[in-house]
């Protein structure tokens, strides 16, 4: 497949904009921890398949043999299981966007596969989820979009677009009202870190329109005590989050090198098998696939 990255030219809610106008598959790499599944959400948010459902696919989840589809509300089916004694379960799907978590932890010929039968079956738009390079799965003729995901709190624009995102969701989410954000708070999540990154600006977002009364705007009161205390001013989290981003990345890149022999890694990482699974863990990686 031929790549296309926008990441280097635009912001990522630019990004967003781009390709859910399209209809190419994409590829997001960069932060990790639910940011990648946050963007591919608002791709088909702002898509014409919004109408359609968005499917998560957990390729890790169950091994090669034995993959997990969950669907929005979920709904839980064995991959084979549901191809060959649901068929009419995919016939709902049509349409969808899937986004396959940790797509490149199963190998080229099983993505292959997968990326084949839900294209042929639903007519769905593929997002990928991985490190920087996308493997050549499906068809080796189609395009797709790279978006490199930035650390959030180098971009205000990109702050803004996902906090009014997740206001407009978390409202209709619980059934409210909630106008905007006050004159005070806007500042104080343009200067926090934002260590977790998109899922603790959606978490907070949706903490504080819970708490609001309706009608009203996000004020600072409802808003949780890292924010309002100050403790944005700490930018070891910001250096700890790229130093992290950074060791992610390698790990991931040197595992698709291996075609994920744990060993093989080990060694070209220079470092033993128990320091590499001990940093699987810690990065939140699958140890084993």
């Not at 080229?108 to 050549?136: C, H, M, N, W, Y």
């Not at 996000?218 to 989290?237: C, F, K």
Request: aromatic share 6%.
């Amino acid at each position: 497949m031929e790549k296309f990255s926008i990441q280097q030219t635009y912001a990522l809610h630019e990004c967003i904009q781009i390709a859910s106008q399209t209809d190419v598959n994409v590829w997001v790499t960069g932060e990790r921890n639910g940011a990648r599944e946050l963007v591919a959400e608002a791709i088909h948010h702002f898509s014409p398949r919004r109408r359609h459902p968005f499917v998560v696919i957990e390729c890790n989840r169950l091994g090669e043999n034995n993959l997990h589809i969950e669907l929005t509300r979920p709904v839980n089916r064995n991959i084979s299981g549901l191809i060959h004694s649901h068929p009419e379960l995919l016939d709902n799907l049509k349409g969808c966007t899937v986004f396959l978590k940790y797509g490149a932890m199963i190998s080229q010929e099983t993505l292959s596969k997968l990326v084949t039968t839900l294209v042929e079956r639903t007519k769905a738009r593929i997002i990928f989820d991985g490190p920087a390079e996308a493997p050549a799965a499906g068809d080796a003729d189609n395009n797709y979009l790279l978006i490199r995901l930035p650390i959030l709190s180098h971009c205000e624009e990109d702050i803004l677009f996902f906090a009014h995102l997740f206001l407009k969701r978390a409202n209709h989410d619980f059934d409210k009202n909630i106008t905007g954000f006050s004159e005070e708070v806007i500042p104080m999540l343009l200067q926090y870190p934002w260590p977790g990154h998109l899922p603790e600006l959606r978490q907070m977002i949706r903490q504080a329109v819970f708490l609001t009364p309706d009608g009203e705007q996000i004020a600072t009161p409802v808003m949780p005590d890292e924010l309002r205390i100050g403790q944005h001013a700490n930018r070891a989290n910001v250096l700890k989050e790229v130093t992290n981003q950074a060791e992610y990345d390698l790990i991931m890149q040197t595992l698709q090198q291996t075609r994920y022999n744990k060993k093989q890694a080990a060694q070209l990482l220079k470092i033993s098998r128990k320091t590499l699974y001990s940093k699987l863990k810690k990065l939140s990686l699958p140890s084993s696939t």
